[in-house]
């Protein structure tokens, strides 16, 4: 009889823990499951999947509620990769049907008004997705609701072609489908968030590095206003096309000569359409376009250098003014005028020039012979270490000085900056981390979320990020820092009563803090411009001439 009564009564509280875990959404019904701490609500779809003819079109409401349920391999397609990606054998890994997000919430918070973060994942637009991002440890210490979100990628998210836009109307006639996905995002979690225990009024967008440049984007893009309220871009950058250049560049970059003219031209050449006049060419590509499956667009499309890429972010005048995100910064007719955050890492290239045979070699100890591990060494560090100063240095300056000196310009003197510095890493048998990787592009990223699965989890997440007192204090202070943004529009002070202040105090001085230990976390003041990089390049006796060379083509 006992054994029976508890079983009911294991039946009910299970029964009502499921109930209060349910929230009624615009798509549908979502149950949140515990994770680490909080509750996680996964793979809600904020847009109808963009397949068949919702290929190359902005994105449209979901019109039909569904029970929503967490789904396998739901990230957009894109090549595979190890480092911030998906691995797999095949030439393209993913799905068209992509366009989903997640939200991280405290427990017991429905029926609060908290902070929203908005994670947008970084990977050069081309690869990533929401999954590697763990936001629970600032979720439960801060009491901030964060949403992660998927978005159209590479040819999928950003294409530029008459057969496509020139048969296209209204928000369908941008390049910017991407940017678009990002925007559908943030209306829903405007109609939504409060029933996560979010405020739809305090909603912070934040990304690294492709997300970093999203970020940047939306702060001019008329779509997005009034759907945040303050903006964090980590490791971004201005990277954006005229209309003309990403269809048919009349000039060719000192890196790629890939564009959507390339892809057709290849696919024409398949499909035997070259005989088709005029505007009937343009149908006909359309028609080809529409018919091909992903996999074998993709396939078509992934014919090229590994280092080429189609133009992606577009000036289409409709997401983008046709003046470009670098010029629309510095216009108030232009920016979203919200408190904003720009910083960079001061090892940003590292993690590329530490895989350049012309830096580093390798070899085998008596014991890493026995294992099969080589030790990486490099074999000129003095030149390592100018190629990642100026490169590093010439990130900032684009990617950081630039943005935030033209929103100033623009008028927004709410602005903030910082450079992370921490490079704690472990000095192993193998290699010397802190040597080779530093504070390298995307290295904070586990720091921000306290969590090192991005790096591939244990072992290799122990030997670059070593549990100790320098990165708890690092992580700390960032997830600190971070979450005051989000709730107040201002970083505040860290735990040791670092003040970071604004990034301009007159028009000249440039201030920032330095993100590292403790003993080194602290404010300080420069103005680096390219033209004194250049000028110091000159003087550099740790580089060749011919090394001088390619720095500067680098650097400009």
């Given at each position: 009889?006992?054994?029976?009564?508890?079983?009911?009564?294991?039946?009910?509280?299970?029964?009502?823990l499921?109930?209060s875990?349910?929230v009624?959404t615009?798509?549908?019904?979502?149950?949140?499951?515990?994770?680490?701490?909080?509750?996680?609500?996964?793979?809600?779809?904020?847009?109808?999947?963009?397949?068949?003819?919702?290929?190359?079109?902005?994105?449209?409401?979901?019109?039909?509620?569904?029970?929503?349920?967490?789904?396998?391999?739901n990230?957009?397609?894109?090549?595979?990769?190890?480092?911030?990606?998906?691995?797999?054998?095949?030439?393209?890994?993913?799905?068209e049907?992509?366009?989903?997000l997640?939200?991280f919430?405290?427990?017991?918070?429905?029926?609060?008004?908290?902070?929203?973060?908005v994670w947008?994942?970084?990977?050069?637009?081309?690869?990533?997705?929401?999954?590697?991002?763990?936001?629970?440890?600032?979720?439960?210490?801060?009491?901030?609701?964060v949403?992660r979100?998927?978005?159209?990628?590479?040819p999928?998210?950003?294409f530029?072609?008459?057969?496509?836009?020139g048969?296209?109307?209204?928000e369908?006639?941008?390049?910017n489908?991407?940017?678009?996905?990002?925007?559908?995002?943030?209306?829903?979690?405007?109609?939504?968030?409060?029933k996560?225990?979010?405020d739809?009024?305090?909603?912070?967008?934040?990304?690294?590095?492709a997300?970093?440049?999203?970020?940047?984007?939306?702060?001019?893009?008329?779509?997005?206003?009034?759907?945040?309220?303050?903006?964090i871009?980590?490791?971004?950058?201005?990277?954006?096309?005229?209309?003309?250049?990403?269809?048919?560049?009349?000039?060719?970059?000192?890196?790629s000569?890939?564009?959507?003219?390339?892809?057709?031209t290849k696919?024409?050449?398949?499909?035997?359409?070259?005989?088709f006049?005029?505007?009937?060419?343009?149908e006909?590509?359309?028609?080809?376009?529409?018919?091909?499956?992903?996999?074998?667009?993709?396939?078509i499309?992934?014919?090229?250098e590994?280092?080429?890429?189609?133009?992606?972010?577009?000036?289409?005048?409709?997401?983008?003014?046709?003046?470009?995100l670098?010029?629309?910064?510095?216009r108030?007719?232009?920016?979203?005028?919200?408190?904003?955050?720009?910083?960079?890492?001061?090892?940003?290239?590292?993690?590329?020039?530490?895989t350049?045979?012309?830096?580093?070699?390798?070899?085998?100890s008596?014991?890493?012979?026995v294992?099969?591990?080589?030790?990486?060494?490099l074999t000129?560090e003095?030149s390592?270490?100018?190629?990642?100063?100026?490169?590093?240095?010439?990130w900032?300056?684009?990617?950081?000085?630039?943005?935030?000196?033209?929103?100033?310009?623009?008028?927004?003197?709410?602005?903030?900056?910082?450079?992370?510095?921490?490079?704690?890493?472990?000095?192993?048998?193998?290699?010397?981390?802190?040597?080779?990787?530093?504070?390298?592009?995307?290295?904070?990223?586990?720091?921000?979320?306290?969590?090192?699965?991005?790096?591939?989890?244990?072992?290799?997440s122990?030997?670059?990020?070593?549990?100790?007192?320098?990165?708890?204090?690092?992580?700390k202070?960032?997830?600190?820092?971070?979450?005051?943004?989000a709730k107040?529009g201002?970083?505040?002070k860290?735990?040791n009563?670092?003040?970071?202040?604004?990034?301009?105090?007159?028009?000249?001085?440039?201030?920032?803090?330095?993100?590292?230990?403790?003993?080194?976390?602290?404010?300080?003041?420069?103005?680096?411009?390219?033209?004194?990089?250049a000028?110091?390049?000159?003087?550099?006796?740790?580089?060749?001439?011919?090394?001088?060379?390619?720095?500067l083509?680098?650097?400009?």
């Amino acid at each position: 009889m006992k054994l029976s009564f508890f079983i009911l009564l294991n039946f009910f509280f299970l029964s009502f823990l499921h109930a209060s875990s349910v929230v009624y959404t615009s798509s549908g019904d979502v149950v949140g499951s515990p994770h680490n701490g909080i509750v996680l609500y996964e793979d809600i779809p904020y847009a109808q999947p963009p397949i068949g003819d919702l290929r190359w079109k902005a994105p449209k409401n979901i019109s039909t509620k569904t029970k929503i349920y967490p789904k396998q391999d739901n990230y957009c397609i894109q090549r595979p990769s190890n480092l911030g990606g998906v691995s797999g054998e095949d030439f393209y890994v993913g799905s068209e049907d992509c366009l989903y997000l997640d939200i991280f919430a405290p427990k017991n918070t429905k029926n609060e008004s908290l902070p929203v973060m908005v994670w947008i994942h970084g990977g050069g637009n081309t690869s990533g997705l929401k999954d590697l991002y763990d936001f629970s440890k600032i979720v439960g210490k801060h009491k901030v609701v964060v949403v992660r979100i998927n978005y159209r990628l590479g040819p999928f998210g950003w294409f530029t072609h008459p057969s496509i836009q020139g048969l296209q109307y209204g928000e369908d006639k941008t390049s910017n489908f991407g940017t678009l996905d990002i925007i559908m995002a943030l209306k829903w979690v405007k109609n939504n968030i409060q029933k996560f225990g979010g405020d739809s009024n305090n909603v912070t967008i934040f990304g690294e590095s492709a997300g970093g440049h999203n970020v940047l984007s939306l702060l001019v893009s008329k779509q997005a206003k009034g759907l945040f309220h303050k903006a964090i871009s980590m490791s971004g950058y201005l990277t954006s096309s005229s209309l003309e250049d990403a269809y048919n560049p009349k000039k060719a970059s000192s890196t790629s000569e890939y564009s959507s003219i390339s892809v057709l031209t290849k696919l024409s050449k398949k499909f035997d359409i070259e005989s088709f006049p005029g505007d009937s060419k343009h149908e006909q590509e359309r028609e080809m376009l529409y018919s091909l499956t992903a996999k074998e667009f993709f396939e078509i499309y992934a014919e090229r250098e590994s280092y080429e890429e189609l133009p992606l972010l577009t000036n289409d005048g409709i997401v983008i003014p046709k003046i470009g995100l670098e010029k629309a910064l510095s216009r108030n007719d232009h920016v979203n005028f919200v408190p904003t955050i720009a910083g960079s890492n001061r090892d940003e290239v590292k993690l590329w020039l530490s895989t350049a045979r012309y830096f580093v070699d390798i070899d085998y100890s008596l014991i890493g012979s026995v294992l099969d591990i080589p030790k990486v060494f490099l074999t000129n560090e003095e030149s390592f270490d100018a190629f990642n100063y100026y490169r590093s240095m010439a990130w900032r300056v684009r990617g950081v000085d630039s943005p935030l000196m033209a929103l100033s310009n623009a008028g927004n003197n709410d602005l903030y900056s910082y450079r992370y510095d921490w490079d704690d890493h472990r000095r192993h048998v193998i290699a010397d981390f802190k040597k080779l990787i530093g504070a390298a592009h995307a290295t904070e990223i586990p720091l921000l979320t306290g969590n090192n699965d991005l790096v591939g989890g244990y072992p290799l997440s122990d030997l670059i990020y070593p549990p100790s007192f320098s990165k708890r204090f690092t992580s700390k202070n960032m997830m600190k820092l971070w979450a005051n943004f989000a709730k107040t529009g201002s970083p505040g002070k860290s735990t040791n009563s670092i003040e970071w202040k604004k990034y301009l105090s007159d028009k000249e001085t440039k201030s920032y803090l330095v993100i590292d230990k403790r003993r080194k976390l602290k404010m300080i003041s420069e103005s680096i411009t390219l033209d004194s990089l250049a000028s110091d390049l000159f003087q550099d006796d740790r580089l060749n001439n011919l090394e001088k060379c390619v720095v500067l083509l680098q650097i400009f």
